[in-house]
């Protein structure tokens, strides 16, 4: 192959200096944590009544009376009915707590990261990518378009996006061969999961939960939805190649030509570990999509996977335990990013703030014009999904909600739908307490000071996209 050169000007080592003035992501999350303790405080507690679905009763809510009497008390006799904040020692003893609630999706992100240790020692990764490149003549304008239209159709029409956790490391090692570096292939697959989830055309994860609390057929609207994805993959695409520059020259030859062609050609062995690979990833879908399958079977399924790499790539016991040992160890920050996550969460339900919030919010989007309604609820989403990340839990918390106050200022359910999946996608891909954004940082060891530096244009302009189509919306009857 021709040797790359690396320009001093685009060198990877050049936001360093920037880097270092940005905590780590751990030191973020626990400044986050010693803030929801801190919340507790000074937010009056308050709570919704709930079906025994957990889908909220609107008009329900309640103050409950705080008590600050035992606050420093060791013991956790407390009367029911009343709400307590948050004891200091909870910005520690809430860690052990968020892990342990997150535990089967932690223990997924873990043998994920044993699975691509094993798939990383049979050399059969780097292989077929090279394989790929020779196909596209390493081509980053041909090959990360169609990359990312297979991501983000996965996310919004079928739902993936914990799944795609597995295609970072892939993501990575091609984002590397096309002269890129660590940041482009984690946003190559970041942008493209978050504009699926963002538009979600029959995401049925998102859509199951939402239309049904709002009185709309589930899937109906597809068809706008389908409209936007067109017009913000695009957009996400150019973004990604415009702001990303090359950190080592490569040109079109360099993976064309007989040379090329014979480096790029894959044994026997690598052929069947890359069908493993391939028949795993069809399983995974079909096993989430049909079978109801959550972390605990697909961390289960990845563990097979391992199984079945180390036997068909020929790597003997030794090298392949190794080798999913240090595959482990490299997705320890992604795992325990995702239980510091889950530990916000449980602080402020725990000082029963999470629904004041919520209901605080929604008094801003009463009595004024649909228009001005339906981006309020954009707004008023992306502002909870800092509190609460889950879609499926903040659709159950504030559909019910926003579907009457909608309907009262003339605002569809289906709109309404919208306004949240737009609010729901946007900040997931800004905000800090999401564990998945953070794991899929982590994963790419990228901070979530660059990342943010990175996505912020990009999220600003769909943002304005999302309020154009919001009132086109509106304005068409949707």
Known sequence: MVSATIPLENAVQAPARNERRIPHAVVMMMMIIVAAVAL????PSGEYQRNPAGVVVPGS????????????????RREKGVAYPARPVAIVSSIPAG????????????????????????????AGIERLLVLTRGDAKVLVPIVMILLAAGSTFLGLISEYLVVIPMALVLSERLGY??????????????????????????????????????????????MTFAVFLPIGIWYLLRRCRPVRSVTLTEHSGDASEAAATLSARQMLVLLVLLVAIATMILGVRRLAWGSPELAAMYIAVSIAIAIVGGS??????????????????AALLVGLAAAVELILRDGMILDSIVAYLTRSVEGKPPVIVANLMMLMQMAIDVFIPSTSGKAAVTMPIL???????????????????FGNGLMNTLTPTSGMLLAYLATGKISFGR???????????????CVVSLTLAVVIGL
């Open 40 to 43: 507790t405080y000074v937010v």
């Open 99 to 126: 892990m342990t609630r997150s535990a089967a999706l932690i223990f997924m992100i873990l043998f994920i990261g044993g699975m691509f240790g094993v798939l990383q020692q049979t050399g059969a990764l780097e």
């Open 316 to 333: 003997n016991s030794r090298e392949a335990s190794q080798a999913f040992v240090r595959g482990m160890q490299g997705m320890m920050l």
């Open 181 to 226: 570096d660590a940041l482009f292939g984690t946003a190559m697959v970041t942008i493209a999961a978050k504009i699926g989830y963002l538009t979600s055309v029959t995401n049925p994860l998102a859509l199951a939960i939402a239309q049904p609390l709002v009185g709309v057929p589930v899937f109906s609207g597809a068809g706008f939805r389908a």
């Open 61 to 76: 809510f309640r103050t409950v009376a705080k008590s600050y009497a035992d606050v420093f008390s060791v013991t956790s």
């Open 451 to 465: 990342w943010i530096r990175f996505i912020l244009p990009l999220a600003a302009g769909l943002f304005a996209l």
């Open 403 to 421: 579907g009457p106050i909608g309907q009262l200022a003339g605002v569809s359910g289906q709109v309404s739908v919208q306004a949240f999946l």
